[in-house]
């Protein structure tokens, strides 16, 4: 018989790399001391009921790391929505259950002032149901909460891919009048418009770079394996100190405004606006109003790949292939206001990512990479707020 201790967590968290590259949250949980001489000690966590920005809920029981009396045994158990034991083994990574009690002790145990934004990175799964396999850009729908739009990178179809944010396929939408030369991003915007930023150019060389407006398409999303249509509107642009690569396209939810952020290999990235309004077929040229600075002690942590600003215009995340950069926006900003402020700096799972976007609300980041099968990973908000 294994004596069993239901104990309240104690959480050392420190990021560890696994042998896939990815970065998680180690979550040590510590046996009062009158268990320690116990043959065998089993350590039950109460079932942790997180909400994931909408979706579905998760839990985690049981855990344990650290020093103790050889022969200790220690029991991991997954739970299901509504605290039940499941069969799934802890080696899933889809839901970690280390992540899950780290986030459970975090929203437990600090002080809402002390609260961090965001709990550790979590793996939901992948895009394999999908023909993503360079996702590139990533933006939540506005017409369906709970969707997302993502996209392939340069040389695929001119596509588009609804998913949900467990990585299940929705719908293809097949987008006509916007070759695919090197989209690098999409957003959605008011009036249900999405926009793609046809913004590649690793070359310095393109002269013809845009980006297209569609109309949002109605669709089942409760259904799978649609395929739909929609036709763009292109919008040339150049800049007015020359070439850039960029990856990277935001839209103030608010008045519509499209930004760029260039990428660059020094980690000092430009941040251009489009002027408006903008005239269909007529190019126009960008006016910059910022210039962010990433600093990371690895390359590819400096590089801009992809950014998003939350619905309510509360704040503006950028990414690199490795890191989030978060800035907060104040009632009344503007954008380059906001980006002269110290960003927060967050981990993010996968190398080559290249696509980040706010949930519905704004309250949690969901990120994908460019890999086959593509991942997509969240980290939740500790904000706590009815989500839809």
């Given at each position: 018989?294994?004596?069993?201790?239901?104990?309240?967590?104690?959480?050392?968290?420190?990021?560890?790399?696994?042998?896939?590259?990815?970065?998680?949250?180690?979550?040590?949980?510590?046996?009062?001391?009158?268990?320690?001489?116990?043959?065998?000690?089993?350590?039950?966590?109460?079932?942790?009921?997180?909400?994931?920005?909408?979706?579905?809920?998760?839990?985690?029981?049981?855990?344990?790391?650290?020093?103790?009396?050889?022969?200790?045994?220690?029991?991991?158990?997954?739970?299901?929505?509504?605290?039940?034991?499941?069969?799934?083994?802890?080696?899933?990574?889809?839901?970690?259950?280390?992540?899950?009690?780290?986030?459970?002790?975090?929203?437990?145990?600090?002080?809402?002032?002390?609260?961090?934004?965001?709990g550790p990175a979590?793996?939901?799964?992948?895009?394999?149901?999908?023909?993503?396999?360079?996702?590139?850009?990533?933006?939540?729908?506005?017409?369906?909460?709970?969707?997302?739009?993502?996209?392939?990178?340069?040389?695929?179809?001119?596509?588009?891919?609804?998913?949900?944010?467990?990585?299940?396929?929705?719908?293809?939408?097949?987008?006509?009048?916007?070759?695919?030369?090197?989209?690098?991003?999409?957003?959605?915007?008011?009036?249900?418009?999405?926009?793609?930023?046809?913004?590649?150019?690793?070359?310095?060389?393109?002269?013809?770079?845009?980006?297209?407006?569609?109309?949002?398409?109605?669709?089942?999303?409760?259904?799978?394996?649609?395929?739909?249509?929609?036709?763009?509107?292109?919008?040339?642009?150049?800049?007015?100190?020359?070439?850039?690569?960029?990856?990277?396209?935001?839209?103030?939810?608010?008045?519509?405004?499209?930004?760029?952020?260039?990428?660059?290999?020094?980690?000092?990235?430009?941040?251009?606006?489009?002027?408006?309004?903008?005239?269909?077929?007529?190019?126009?040229?960008?006016?910059?109003?910022?210039?962010?600075?990433?600093?990371?002690?690895?390359?590819?942590?400096?590089?801009?790949?992809?950014?998003?600003?939350?619905?309510?215009?509360?704040?503006?995340?950028?990414?690199?292939?490795?890191?989030?950069?978060?800035?907060?926006?104040?009632?009344?900003?503007?954008?380059?206001?906001?980006?002269?402020?110290?960003?927060?700096?967050?981990?993010?799972?996968?190398?080559?990512?290249?696509?980040?976007?706010?949930?519905?609300?704004?309250?949690?980041?969901?990120?994908?990479?460019?890999?086959i099968p593509c991942?997509?990973?969240?980290?939740?908000?500790?904000?706590?707020?009815?989500?839809?």
């Amino acid at each position: 018989m294994v004596p069993a201790v239901s104990v309240e967590p104690v959480v050392i968290t420190t990021p560890i790399s696994t042998p896939i590259g990815k970065v998680q949250s180690h979550a040590e949980i510590a046996v009062p001391k009158s268990n320690r001489n116990a043959p065998s000690t089993e350590i039950n966590l109460k079932p942790a009921i997180v909400g994931v920005d909408g979706n579905s809920a998760h839990g985690c029981s049981g855990g344990h790391y650290g020093a103790q009396p050889e022969g200790t045994k220690i029991h991991f158990h997954h739970l299901d929505r509504f605290g039940r034991r499941r069969s799934s083994p802890v080696s899933n990574l889809r839901y970690n259950v280390l992540v899950r009690a780290h986030l459970f002790t975090t929203l437990i145990l600090s002080p809402i002032s002390a609260l961090a934004s965001y709990g550790p990175a979590i793996d939901l799964g992948s895009l394999a149901g999908t023909e993503v396999r360079e996702s590139s850009g990533l933006a939540a729908s506005r017409r369906y909460p709970g969707l997302l739009w993502t996209h392939n990178d340069s040389g695929n179809p001119p596509m588009i891919y609804a998913t949900d944010r467990l990585g299940r396929s929705i719908a293809r939408v097949d987008v006509l009048g916007a070759p695919n030369i090197d989209w690098e991003d999409v957003a959605c915007g008011p009036g249900h418009a999405i926009w793609i930023g046809d913004i590649g150019n690793n070359s310095l060389s393109r002269n013809d770079l845009a980006v297209y407006r569609i109309e949002e398409p109605a669709l089942d999303p409760a259904a799978s394996g649609q395929i739909l249509s929609a036709t763009a509107t292109r919008f040339p642009f150049a800049y007015p100190d020359g070439s850039h690569n960029a990856e990277t396209l935001l839209v103030d939810p608010m008045t519509g405004e499209l930004f760029v952020a260039t990428k660059a290999t020094n980690g000092a990235s430009g941040v251009y606006r489009f002027p408006m309004p903008l005239t269909p077929g007529i190019p126009t040229t960008l006016q910059r109003i910022a210039t962010v600075t990433f600093s990371s002690p690895v390359s590819l942590g400096r590089l801009a790949t992809g950014g998003d600003i939350s619905i309510d215009r509360s704040k503006l995340v950028i990414r690199s292939y490795l890191l989030a950069y978060e800035w907060p926006i104040a009632a009344g900003q503007s954008l380059a206001q906001a980006l002269a402020e110290v960003s927060k700096t967050y981990t993010l799972l996968y190398s080559q990512g290249e696509a980040i976007c706010y949930g519905p609300q704004g309250l949690d980041l969901y990120f994908t990479a460019e890999a086959i099968p593509c991942p997509l990973g969240m980290r939740p908000s500790l904000r706590i707020k009815n989500r839809p």
